[in-house]
């Protein structure tokens, strides 16, 4: 082999991609340019502008801030826009597909409604015990429930986590990491006045307690978030109620 055709060789990767509506689909092949720096994000993108069009992805900042972009590279979950191909490369080859756990829209892009109700069911949404005309209550940042909040509010809902973990692909009624680290961040809010009933809305079928505690939501997080700390948090709050070792309210 020429150095002309080794160098040819040298500067093409090849990349599988999952293709397909619903769960109806199967991987296709494709031969990418390769180079110095590059992102999987970057092999998608390549693909849909010089390959195939029709390519359905998603994905909005590229610097790793909304999360849009995550998709499964090689088994794994992860946000594209982040992760170097010669970091994760095989053999040479790259297979992309749709976040696991979740619905396939077309393609890449997978259906986040079920990912965004479990958030929602699992108490997610701020509710404040004052109203706007009250007076705006301190939030102290040295106090350890804030502390403990604190370690949290930098999940943007990519779903990285939930593709990761696989109590969700067993369990489809299960919250999931996301969902009960935000439930987990509320308990501990000083400004939510009801803390019996985040404990009542995670407590349930598909709550904390399915959790089997492997782990995977917090080794792929890639804000290097703990959501299985937090999921502990919510089971040792629980059975604290349970037992009567602690009040579920706030005291004021």
Same mark, same amino acid.
């Given at each position: 082999?020429?150095?002309?055709?080794?160098?040819?060789?040298?500067?093409?990767?090849?990349?599988?991609?999952?293709?397909?509506?619903?769960?109806?689909?199967?991987?296709?092949?494709?031969?990418?340019?390769?180079?110095?720096?590059?992102?999987?994000?970057?092999?998608?993108?390549?693909?849909?502008?010089?390959?195939?069009?029709?390519?359905? /992805?998603?994905?909005?900042?590229?610097?790793?801030?909304?999360?849009?972009?995550?998709?499964?590279?090689?088994?794994?979950?992860?946000?594209?826009?982040?992760?170097?191909?010669?970091?994760?490369?095989?053999?040479?080859?790259?297979?992309?597909?749709?976040?696991?756990?979740?619905?396939?829209?077309?393609?890449?892009?997978?259906?986040?409604?079920?990912?965004?109700?479990?958030?929602?069911?699992?108490?997610?949404?701020?509710?404040?015990?004052?109203?706007?005309?009250?007076?705006?209550?301190?939030?102290?940042?040295?106090?350890?429930?804030?502390?403990?909040?604190?370690?949290?509010?930098?999940?943007?809902?990519?779903?990285?986590? /939930?593709?990761?973990?696989?109590?969700?692909?067993?369990?489809?009624? /299960?919250?999931?990491?996301?969902?009960?680290?935000?439930?987990?961040?509320?308990?501990?809010?000083?400004?939510?006045?009801?803390?019996?009933?985040?404990?009542?809305?995670?407590? %349930?079928?598909? %709550?904390?307690?399915?959790?089997?505690?492997?782990?995977?939501?917090?080794?792929?997080?890639?804000?290097?978030?703990?959501?299985?700390?937090?999921?502990?948090?919510?089971?040792?709050?629980?059975?604290?109620?349970?037992?009567?070792?602690?009040?579920?309210?706030?005291?004021?």
């Amino acid at each position: 082999m020429s150095e002309q055709n080794e160098k040819t060789q040298a500067a093409v990767l090849k990349a599988r991609v999952w293709r397909g509506v619903g769960e109806a689909g199967a991987w296709q092949s494709f031969e990418v340019p390769a180079h110095e720096s590059q992102t999987v994000l970057d092999v998608v993108s390549w693909i849909q502008q010089n390959a195939d069009p029709t390519l359905g /992805y998603r994905f909005a900042c590229r610097v790793g801030m909304c999360g849009s972009c995550a998709m499964m590279v090689n088994g794994q979950p992860r946000w594209t826009c982040r992760t170097h191909v010669k970091k994760v490369l095989k053999n040479g080859a790259l297979q992309i597909g749709p976040l696991r756990n979740l619905p396939v829209i077309r393609d890449l892009v997978a259906d986040m409604d079920p990912f965004f109700d479990k958030w929602v069911k699992a108490g997610g949404v701020h509710k404040p015990s004052r109203s706007r005309h009250d007076p705006i209550q301190p939030v102290r940042p040295e106090d350890p429930g804030r502390v403990e909040a604190n370690k949290a509010i930098e999940c943007i809902n990519c779903a990285v986590c /939930y593709a990761a973990c696989d109590t969700v692909a067993g369990n489809a009624d /299960y919250l999931g990491p996301a969902a009960l680290q935000r439930a987990w961040t509320l308990f501990n809010d000083a400004r939510i006045d009801d803390r019996a009933a985040i404990l009542d809305g995670v407590s %349930g079928p598909g %709550g904390c307690h399915n959790c089997h505690s492997q782990g995977g939501c917090s080794r792929f997080c890639p804000n290097e978030l703990d959501p299985l700390s937090a999921i502990a948090g919510l089971k040792r709050a629980g059975a604290a109620r349970f037992f009567g070792f602690g009040r579920a309210r706030r005291e004021e």
